[in-house]
């Protein structure tokens, strides 16, 4: 089963918005972590955010974490052609002996 | 150093055969991670070996198998093949894993299996 979920399922936009997707899931974590798949490059980690913090910066990239509403976001600033990917959220905690469980994914494509 | 690798990328199988997908981790990694992938159902977790040994396992059948060798190289078998079993499998490995703090895991370019 899925502990995270994100929405939007789909996002498109044009080149130099900026897009936010959302993640959602079930039980306490440990961690959460966004990944980014597209065709070129495969399943690549982005970012990771612990339990403890409440927000993240990683270039054009900003994740916060509300462990009370159990969701987080993903902002993505200045968009480029090359943002155009699938968003995953995955997150690990303790009952799921620190596996990643991961959501469906936020497709993301970008207009120029 | 060189990323996630994994053989073949394709493949084509029948209903009832057998198939047998190689990983090889970034070198000192030493925990590799099987997902399945599939568009309804998003990445699902398979297995996960460490130092050889199965340390974590998902909710698939006994059909699918894996096991890891001394050098990390790991190796997921799936038996009598089904329909349901087309999918992209992704190999990730991570230097720890499990309750490492951070696990981040990279992953290689997955095997696009069909099932014919």
């Known amino acids: 089963s899925q502990q995270g979920e994100e929405d939007p399922q789909a996002l498109s936009i044009q080149e130099g918005e900026n897009a936010t997707m959302n993640c959602s899931y079930k039980?306490?974590?440990?961690?959460l972590q966004w990944y980014r798949q597209n065709s070129g490059r495969g399943l690549v980690h982005l970012i990771l955010?612990?339990?403890n913090e409440r927000e993240k910066h990683s270039g054009r990239l900003r994740v916060t974490l509300d462990t009370s509403k159990k969701s987080s976001s993903l902002l993505i600033t200045a968009s480029r052609a090359a943002d155009t990917a699938s968003y995953f959220c995955?997150?690990?905690?303790?009952?799921?002996?620190?596996?990643?469980?991961w959501g469906a994914g936020t497709k993301l494509i970008i207009k120029p | 150093k060189a990323g996630v690798t994994q053989t073949p990328r394709y493949l084509i199988k029948t209903r009832g055969q057998q198939v047998t997908l190689s990983c090889s981790p970034i070198?000192?990694?030493?925990?590799v991670s099987w997902y399945q992938q599939t568009p309804g159902q998003g990445l699902q977790f398979l297995f996960e070996?460490?130092?050889?040994?199965?340390?974590n396992k998902g909710n698939f059948p006994g059909r699918f198998s894996g096991r890891q060798f001394s050098n990390s190289r790991s190796e997921m078998n799936v038996s009598t093949l089904e329909l349901g079993d087309s999918a992209l499998y992704l190999c990730?490995?991570?230097?720890?894993?499990?309750?490492?703090?951070?696990?981040?895991?990279?992953f290689g370019p997955g095997t696009r299996l069909t099932v014919l």
């Open positions: 990730a490995s991570s230097l720890i894993g499990g309750r490492a703090l951070g696990n981040e895991q990279f």
């Open positions: 955010i612990r339990s």
């Open positions: 070198s000192g990694h030493r925990s």
């Open positions: 070996y460490f130092s050889e040994t199965q340390r």
């Open positions: 039980t306490s974590i440990n961690n």
């Open positions: 995955a997150t690990d905690s303790m009952d799921s002996n620190y596996q990643l469980i």
